[in-house]
């Protein structure tokens, strides 16, 4: 039995493909046996991570002329996770340019049936994020719990583009939250931390697409290093009690 990861939201720029590589390297460093597939025909950034080259699988969707998407290719991605290794951990990173895409293919094929017909264990993950985003993040979560509504959601909070909070309610109290309370798993949230120090550090290792081990273990100022530490013993902390391994 596998447990394969989704992380899917419709709006781009909000932590989706940091949440993916985060999660790759958690379940790297807790020694399963852990596989990647990127399915962005935009921003590649799971594929990106050359220290984990050989595990990720970048799964090119786009038709020959290049412009549209061909949703059959989604049809090597299904066989692979249907057929995936017992007690592997798989994640698939989704660009904001193919979430409907995506999401079409796997209701149209029955995809999260499949693979739990196979004795998957199957997660969707979505971000919710502050700011002016927040709206629309609230919205791509609506949109997975109505169009999936047996699955497994993992909600990821991410507060860095400003507070969640909307006409003056906490995020538990949001409407569209408290009717879909029962369908949420687990609730992540990221740590908030100087924007100007561990903000920068974090921009800069995903820039050069490092792991966390290569920031803490590499050439970076003792600082950084420190920062990168403790940021990331605070993130694998946070999605262990989520008991989504």
């Given at each position: 039995m596998a447990t394969i990861h989704f992380i899917l939201q419709g709006k781009g720029g909000v932590g989706k493909s940091m949440i993916a590589s985060m999660l790759f390297q958690c379940f790297i460093e807790a020694?399963?046996?852990?596989?990647?597939?990127?399915?962005?025909?935009?921003?590649?950034?799971?594929?990106?991570?050359?220290?984990?080259k050989s595990s990720i699988t970048q799964i090119d969707i786009m038709q020959e002329d290049g412009d549209n998407i061909d949703s059959r290719k989604f049809d090597l991605l299904l066989e692979e996770l249907a057929n995936a290794a017992e007690d592997s951990q798989i994640v698939i990173d989704n660009g904001a340019s193919s979430f409907i895409a995506l999401g079409?293919?796997?209701a149209d094929s029955d995809m999260?049936?499949?693979?739990?017909?196979?004795g998957h264990n199957v997660f969707l993950h979505t971000v919710i994020t502050g700011g002016q985003a927040l709206l629309d993040t609230l919205n791509g979560f609506n949109k997975l719990?109505?169009?999936?509504?047996?699955?497994?959601?993992?909600?990821?909070?991410?507060p860095y583009f400003g507070k969640l909070e909307l006409d003056?309610?906490?995020?538990?109290?949001?409407k569209v939250i408290k009717e879909n309370q029962n369908r949420i798993y687990a609730t992540i949230e990221l740590p908030v931390g100087n924007k100007d120090l561990i903000g920068k550090d974090l921009e800069l290792l995903f820039a050069k697409k490092q792991s966390f081990q290569a920031g803490i273990n590499g050439s970076n100022p003792i600082a950084v290093k420190s920062r990168l530490k403790k940021y990331w013993?605070?993130?694998?902390?946070?999605?262990d009690s989520a008991c989504i391994f």
């Amino acid at each position: 039995m596998a447990t394969i990861h989704f992380i899917l939201q419709g709006k781009g720029g909000v932590g989706k493909s940091m949440i993916a590589s985060m999660l790759f390297q958690c379940f790297i460093e807790a020694d399963y046996n852990t596989y990647g597939y990127d399915t962005d025909p935009v921003n590649k950034t799971l594929s990106a991570f050359t220290e984990y080259k050989s595990s990720i699988t970048q799964i090119d969707i786009m038709q020959e002329d290049g412009d549209n998407i061909d949703s059959r290719k989604f049809d090597l991605l299904l066989e692979e996770l249907a057929n995936a290794a017992e007690d592997s951990q798989i994640v698939i990173d989704n660009g904001a340019s193919s979430f409907i895409a995506l999401g079409s293919y796997i209701a149209d094929s029955d995809m999260l049936g499949i693979l739990t017909d196979a004795g998957h264990n199957v997660f969707l993950h979505t971000v919710i994020t502050g700011g002016q985003a927040l709206l629309d993040t609230l919205n791509g979560f609506n949109k997975l719990v109505s169009n999936f509504p047996t699955a497994d959601i993992v909600v990821w909070k991410n507060p860095y583009f400003g507070k969640l909070e909307l006409d003056n309610k906490q995020f538990d109290d949001f409407k569209v939250i408290k009717e879909n309370q029962n369908r949420i798993y687990a609730t992540i949230e990221l740590p908030v931390g100087n924007k100007d120090l561990i903000g920068k550090d974090l921009e800069l290792l995903f820039a050069k697409k490092q792991s966390f081990q290569a920031g803490i273990n590499g050439s970076n100022p003792i600082a950084v290093k420190s920062r990168l530490k403790k940021y990331w013993a605070e993130i694998k902390s946070r999605i262990d009690s989520a008991c989504i391994f």
